[in-house]
């Protein structure tokens, strides 16, 4: 399995990026799919996740900000972030939920206050 993030970059608060991640090796359509990140000395925390049927899940502190997307014909998973803030800094991963595999390099995410 490759996860491929990208789409990051530097945004001023209040600020809105897209992230995509591009999975291979997996049966991408009936895998459930999320978003994770991590800020340096902190644990990794899962942001977002949808399902095969496009349910959607979303951590607190994101939800009405963020919102998960995917094209099974691409096998790439989205994350919309709008009226980004500082703690929203971090490095972004996307990966499985039910199966974790390898992660990938990250997409890093800088919100300037």
């Known amino acids: 399995v490759q996860l491929v993030e990208s789409g990051g970059g530097l945004v001023q608060a209040g600020g809105s990026l897209r992230l995509s991640c591009a999975a291979s090796?997996?049966?991408?359509?009936?895998?459930?799919m999320a978003w994770y990140r991590q800020v340096p000395g902190k644990q990794r925390e899962l942001v977002a996740s949808?399902?095969?049927?496009?349910?959607?899940n979303y951590a607190d502190s994101v939800k009405g900000r963020f919102t998960i997307s995917r094209d099974n014909a691409k096998n790439t998973v989205y994350l919309q972030m709008n009226n980004l803030k500082h703690e929203d800094t971090a490095v972004y991963y996307c990966?499985?939920?039910?199966?974790?595999?390898?992660w990938g390099k990250g997409t890093l995410i800088t919100v300037s206050s």
């Open positions: 990966n499985g939920v039910r199966e974790i595999h390898s």
């Open positions: 090796g997996m049966i991408f359509d009936l895998t459930s």
């Open positions: 949808i399902t095969n049927n496009d349910d959607t």
